[in-house]
Structures are given as structure tokens and as C-alpha cells.
């Protein structure tokens, strides 16, 4: 690779050695995808921030790196943490694993990064535009940053994102490259999409049919008459779980759309389609369900307010988990939302999710809208699932919808 002076002074140790470190990686990184130089990055967003997935060996890399002088260089924030940081004991976390999370966090703050942990970074600040390039980490946040803002990101492992944030680079391959965002599959939707859930399935019915394919070719995404910013985080997260993706366009939605004809090859999904990947999805009784989560992705204010509205003077009959980043549960306390929330039962679970929080055995079925939730719910906890839509997923928490009334 062909690295500029500060790069070079970089790999030669000159900036320290957490920088030296970082750069290896890159170049290293680099190397083995055909890079020819990096590129400056304007944002990164790092994510193996739970002690869950992390462990020791993730705690001593992230240490070494302090104690070599490691310094974010960009714009950093982090992806959800195994708990919610401040409010961890309400939500069940063993006091030994908060103390290990907290010391994880402690580390990546020592380092410069911002604390703020969540997967959807661009309702919180972390907000790239256009064509700039980032290093991202997060899948879902990864593939609404290459779609639906044009920014250009891969998907980055947390170490390769810690070192794109401690010397603001990255290698020049995949994303950031012009002939890599040419789509290669159309996908005709004739099935009409109303809720994240649809959008969810959505992900799911193209994620498993890339996955049979040699090449997973970019789908290009015909009729989708519209699509809010909620419906399309939960279409991106669902992609990128179900098929790998990392950037799709959808026709008069995303900005890259218009630069590309539909390719010739075709897919087409109908409404049956929709409905049996909704089925395959959802694979228990509802009364046995004991968990109810929504913010997979992290909630908007939108969505806690409408939260907020439903569950107003009743009381849940369920573990009600609802998750989203700090500054948009900061929203919600100034609008009166978490307190309504919190009246109900149901429990907002900042900072962290229902996936990266170590609940493995505390639960046994899990009602959401998710379907990327729905997907490691029952490949990481081992959690039976159902899916449903927004409104239908609070309803199931309240007990179909007939939850005592305190007023
Ligand atoms: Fe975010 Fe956790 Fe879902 S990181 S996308 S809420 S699995």
C-alpha cells in the first residue's frame, strides 16, 4: 500500500504505540483486500462494546491500547453496551459483569471516544453526509449509512474500527469504491409494506435468497412507494442480518438510486412471500412469551412517544424491555414520555439491547417487531420469537391489549 508521510510516521511508531498498533491492523487490513492507500475518514462508530461478547481478552486489548496512548483522532461513539449504564440494577445485571462493562466503557473514554452507545449513531449526533467516508462497525448502521445518507462505509470489526478512530483512516477497498455500489440483482416488491415488521420480513425474504447465491450481488429495490426513516433502519438491520448486505437502493428513496439502471436479472416478492418469512419468524405462543422488547434497531423519539401514547394509564403484564441510545431516552424524560413509560412497568433499557445484555436464561419467548431481534434472539439466547407489528407488539405486553387501567 502506498501510505503518505503521516501514515508512514504512523506505522513507524512515532505517534505512539497504540497508533502504531492501529495502523498494522489497517495495513494489514489493507493488504489482504487489494488496497492501494487509505483514505481520511470523518466518522467512526465501534462496536464488541459488551463485556458480553468482549470477555477478558477484548477487556486486555482495549487496556493495551490506553496504556500505549491511544487517542481517537475522528468523531467515535460506540455501539450498545452489555447494560444500561446508568440504570443497570432495574434491568437484573450481575453486579460482577457491571463492573466489568464498566470498565470497558472507562477505557474507550480514556481513548477519546464518545460514550454514547448505540446502533443507530446518525439520530445521535454521529451524523455523516453525503459521500463522506466513515468506518462503521454496527451491521444495521452500516448499511442505513451506505443506502440512505450516501455515506461510504465496510463493515468495519471492532479492532479495525478502533483503529480507524485512532488514526482516522481506513483502506481504500469495497464500500468506498465507486464500482463496488453498482447494483447486480432487481428486486421487484409487489407485496405492500406497512410497518417496520413488513419492512423487516422484507430484509429477511432478500437476505435468505442472497444467501443462496455465489456472489451476494447489491439488490436494487423497485415499488416501494414509500418508506420512513423507521421502516428503513429495520429493512437495513434485517438485510444485513439475513444476507450479509452492506448498502442496497431503493428507487426514489435512497440518493444513489437514480445514478443506476435496474439490473436485468430479477426477483420478484409477493405478499405470500412476505407472510411466510413473518411465519418463520414468529415460533411461540404468545401467552408463554415472557419478554417483550421494541429498539432493534434503537428506538427514534418518534416511536417512544407513540410508545408513550399506548401504554398511558395501563399496567404491562409482561418483562417489557425498550431500548434506545441516551441522548433520545434524555428526549424522552424532558417530554414526560418516560415517565408515562415507566408508570406502565414497562422498562427503558438505554445504552444496551436485547441482544448485547447477557439475559441467556431469563427468558424463554420474545414478542417484537424486530426481525433482525427475531434472528439472534433465538441464535444468541436461545429465545423463541414472535413478530408483529409496532402497535401489536405494546398491545402483547399490556396482555392483548386489556391491561388494567390505574386511572
Ligand atoms: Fe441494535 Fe442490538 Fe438490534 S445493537 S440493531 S438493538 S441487535
Given amino acids: 500500500m502506498k501510505l503518505s508521510k503521516e501514515e508512514q510516521a504512523m506505522l513507524d511508531g512515532d505517534h505512539g504505540k497504540a497508533t502504531q498498533k492501529a495502523m498494522e491492523i489497517l495495513v494489514a487490513l489493507g493488504t489482504i483486500y487489494g488496497a492501494e492507500r487509505m483514505l481520511p475518514v470523518t466518522s467512526v462508530q465501534i462496536a464488541g462494546v459488551s463485556y458480553d461478547n468482549l470477555g477478558e481478552a477484548g477487556l486486555h486489548f482495549l487496556t493495551e491500547m490506553v496504556d500505549g496512548g491511544g487517542r481517537a483522532r475522528v468523531l467515535t461513539t460506540l455501539n450498545p453496551a452489555g447494560m444500561d449504564i446508568e440504570n443497570w440494577e432495574t434491568l437484573g445485571i450481575d453486579p460482577e459483569f457491571a463492573?466489568?462493562?464498566?470498565?470497558?466503557?472507562?477505557?474507550?473514554?480514556?481513548?477519546?471516544?464518545?460514550?454514547?452507545?448505540?446502533?443507530?449513531?446518525?439520530?445521535?449526533?454521529?451524523?455523516?453526509?453525503?459521500?463522506?467516508?466513515?468506518?462503521?462497525?454496527?451491521?444495521?448502521?452500516?448499511?442505513?449509512?451506505?443506502?440512505?445518507?450516501?455515506?461510504?462505509?465496510?463493515?468495519?470489526?471492532?479492532?479495525?474500527?478502533?483503529a480507524a478512530a485512532l488514526t482516522g483512516r481506513t483502506p481504500a477497498y469495497g464500500m468506498h469504491l465507486d464500482k463496488t455500489?453498482?447494483?447486480?440483482?432487481?428486486?421487484?416488491?409487489?407485496?405492500?409494506?406497512?410497518?417496520?415488521?413488513?419492512?423487516?420480513?422484507?430484509?429477511?425474504?432478500?437476505?435468505?435468497?442472497?444467501?443462496?447465491?455465489?456472489?451476494?450481488?447489491?439488490?436494487?429495490?423497485?415499488?416501494?412507494?414509500?418508506?420512513s426513516l423507521e421502516q428503513l433502519k429495520s429493512f437495513a438491520a434485517s438485510l444485513a442480518t439475513y444476507g450479509g448486505a452492506a448498502l442496497f437502493h431503493m428507487e426514489g428513496?435512497?440518493?444513489?438510486?437514480?445514478?443506476?439502471?435496474?439490473?436485468?436479472?430479477?426477483?420478484?416478492?409477493?405478499?405470500?412471500?412476505?407472510?411466510?418469512?413473518?411465519?418463520?419468524?414468529?415460533?411461540?405462543?404468545?401467552?408463554?412469551?415472557?419478554?417483550?422488547?421494541?429498539?432493534?434497531?434503537?428506538?427514534?423519539?418518534?416511536?417512544?412517544?407513540?410508545?408513550?401514547?399506548?401504554?398511558?394509564?395501563?399496567?404491562?403484564?409482561?418483562e417489557f424491555w425498550i431500548t434506545t441510545a441516551r441522548p433520545t431516552k434524555q428526549i424522552a424524560d424532558r417530554m414526560g414520555y418516560t415517565e408515562m413509560i415507566e408508570a406502565s412497568g414497562a422498562k427503558f433499557a438505554a445504552d444496551t439491547c436485547c441482544v448485547v445484555a447477557p439475559i441467556k436464561g431469563r427468558f424463554?419467548?420474545?414478542?417484537?417487531?424486530?426481525?433482525?431481534?427475531?434472528?439472534?434472539?433465538?441464535?444468541?439466547?436461545?429465545?423463541?420469537?414472535?413478530?408483529?407489528?409496532?402497535?401489536e407488539v405494546v398491545f402483547a405486553a399490556l396482555g392483548d391489549g386489556l391491561g388494567e387501567t390505574t386511572l
Avoid at 123 to 144: D, F, K, M, R, T
Avoid at 289 to 300: E, I, M, R
Avoid at 365 to 376: E, P
Fill in 181 to 227: 455500489r453498482e447494483p447486480g440483482l432487481t428486486i421487484e416488491v409487489e407485496a405492500s409494506l406497512v410497518g417496520n415488521d413488513d419492512f423487516g420480513a422484507l430484509g429477511k425474504v432478500i437476505g435468505d435468497q442472497l444467501q443462496g447465491m455465489d456472489s451476494k450481488p447489491i439488490v436494487f429495490l423497485r415499488r416501494v412507494r414509500q418508506a
Fill in 364 to 391: 424463554t419467548g420474545m414478542i417484537t417487531d424486530s426481525a433482525k431481534a427475531c434472528y439472534y434472539a433465538s441464535g444468541k439466547n436461545q429465545f423463541q420469537t414472535i413478530l408483529k407489528p409496532f402497535d
Fill in 253 to 318: 428513496i435512497t440518493p444513489e438510486a437514480v445514478m443506476h439502471d435496474p439490473p436485468a436479472d430479477s426477483l420478484r416478492i409477493t405478499a405470500t412471500g412476505l407472510e411466510n418469512a413473518k411465519m418463520e419468524m414468529t415460533d411461540c405462543n404468545e401467552v408463554e412469551a415472557n419478554f417483550v422488547s421494541l429498539g432493534c434497531p434503537h428506538l427514534t423519539i418518534k416511536e417512544i412517544a407513540r410508545i408513550a401514547e399506548l401504554l398511558e394509564g395501563k399496567q404491562v403484564v409482561k
Fill in 99 to 162: 463492573e466489568k462493562q464498566t470498565r470497558v466503557i472507562d477505557a474507550f473514554a480514556q481513548m477519546g471516544v464518545i460514550t454514547t452507545c448505540t446502533c443507530t449513531p446518525y439520530l445521535s449526533g454521529n451524523v455523516p453526509h453525503y459521500g463522506e467516508h466513515i468506518a462503521w462497525a454496527e451491521s444495521s448502521a452500516v448499511c442505513y449509512a451506505n443506502s440512505v445518507i450516501g455515506a461510504r462505509s465496510n463493515r468495519e470489526g471492532g479492532p479495525s474500527a478502533l
